[in-house]
């Protein structure tokens, strides 16, 4: 059975910075490609950022690209999302989830996998 559980949320103020976390119970974790994504109060649910098996590709949002980094640490399961620069904007619940694939990508119907989600409130 995978889990992945994030954590890292809060409240920050705009302009600063969060790192979120995602610890995943997968026995083969090199086989998924992983990703974030987010889901504001009323809205859609959109891609943020998502990175290889290998962590030597990644791929990010338009509105995210610059500010925020994913990376992944193979040895321990993880999956990292360094937010820096908080806009108001970035306001949302933020989900981990794993795909079973070779190739990154951005469709969230694509991820078998997903975390309950953490809050992430960036005050103006």
């Known amino acids: 059975q995978v889990q992945l559980v994030e954590s890292g949320g809060g409240l920050v103020q705009a302009g600063g910075s969060l790192r979120l976390s995602c610890a995943a119970s997968i026995r083969t974790f090199t086989s998924y490609v992983m990703g974030w994504f987010r889901q504001a109060p009323g809205k859609e649910r959109e891609f943020v950022a998502a990175i290889s098996w290998s962590g030597g590709t990644t791929t990010y949002a338009d509105s995210v690209k610059g500010r925020f980094t994913i990376s992944r640490d193979n040895n321990n399961n993880r999956v990292y999302l360094q937010m820096n620069s908080l806009k108001p904007e970035d306001t949302a619940v933020y989900y981990c989830?794993?795909?079973?694939?070779?190739?990154?990508?951005?469709?969230?119907?694509?991820?078998?996998?997903w975390g309950q989600g953490t809050q992430i409130t960036v005050s103006s």
């Open positions: 989830a794993a795909d079973y694939s070779r190739g990154i990508t951005i469709r969230d119907l694509e991820y078998e996998y």
